[in-house]
């Protein structure tokens, strides 16, 4: 008899990207560390966390049967929609018109802007459909709307990291930009109380750090250890327990069985 368990969690259909770090072979835990690199490959993995959630929904939609279990999954989807949308907004808001005013220049990730336009109907559709439908949702149409998106949403996700990468021109002695201050900035203010209860596990309970890049990231970002980590990764995702359940990454940063 054929087994019935679900399946482990696959990088598909949208494939994860490298750091730059890991693709330069740049250091990144010394004092000729080049900033840029760093926060480019935060932004690599942060972004890994997005297609890894955006995978996790493609592959477990078709599977989901019970009412209550499609209830706990919408739960997750507009988290996923929310995390994303609310990283996207702070870029706009506070990282991106930082870095214009450290390096006394204007428009300098206006092209990362634009490619945020290019997905944020179909996330916004796929958000309105959730919202409307509710567990009474059609995985055939949920699939439909994240296929609308899914490719210029990935060539952003690819594209953006070595944007930030490229700033490392306009750093100068007359305009220095403390680019991973200035990210660093952007995130606190990114981080409410709902956010940190209704969303947050979204985006650690994603973060596939063990074997990516053979390990070099494991325990170094997301910066968390410790109690703060299990704060992050095991206490606080109690709350709506349910909908984290669908998470295609365990507490300790390995990739895990799918909930359904």
């Known amino acids: 008899m054929a087994s ?3 399946p482990t969690y696959t990088d598909t259909p949208l494939s994860l ?36 959630g955006f995978n996790s929904i493609y592959q ?9 279990d499609k209830s706990d999954f919408v739960g997750y989807c507009l988290a996923w929609v929310d995390c994303v949308a609310q990283h996207h907004h702070y870029e706009e808001t ?14 300098l990730m206006d092209g990362a802007v634009h490619e945020h336009e290019a997905f944020y109907g179909g996330m916004e559709r796929m958000k309105k459909y959730l919202q409307d439908k509710g567990a009474d949702f059609s995985a055939t149409e949920l699939i439909a709307i994240m296929d609308s998106f899914k490719e210029p949403l990935h060539s952003h996700l690819k594209s953006e990291p070595p ?15 403390d680019i991973l201050g200035i990210a660093d900035a952007a995130g606190k203010k990114q981080v409410t109380l709902g956010f940190l209860f209704n969303t947050l596990p979204v985006f650690f309970l994603n973060m596939e750090t063990v074997t990516f890049e053979d390990g070099m990231w494991h325990e170094v970002f997301p910066p968390l ?9 095991k206490a606080i995702p109690m709350w709506h327990s349910g909908r984290w359940r669908f998470v295609s990454c365990s507490p300790e940063g390995v990739a895990k069985q799918l909930a359904v």
Do not use: W
Request: charged letters at 15%; hydrophobic letters at 35%.
């Open 163 to 177: 944007a930030i990468v490229a700033l490392a021109q306009y750093n100068t002695p007359d305009t220095p930009i």
């Open 225 to 233: 250890k410790g109690i703060a980590k299990a704060v992050m990764t």
């Open 60 to 68: 477990q939609a078709p599977r989901l049967q019970s009412p209550p």
């Open 4 to 6: 019935t368990a679900p």
């Open 94 to 107: 506070e990282f991106f018109p930082n870095i214009d005013k450290a390096a006394g220049r204007q428009g």
């Open 17 to 52: 990207i490298h750091t730059p770090k890991f693709e330069t072979g740049k250091a990144c835990n010394n004092l000729t560390d080049d900033p840029f690199t760093i926060e480019a490959s935060h932004m690599a993995l942060s972004h890994n966390s997005f297609i890894r």
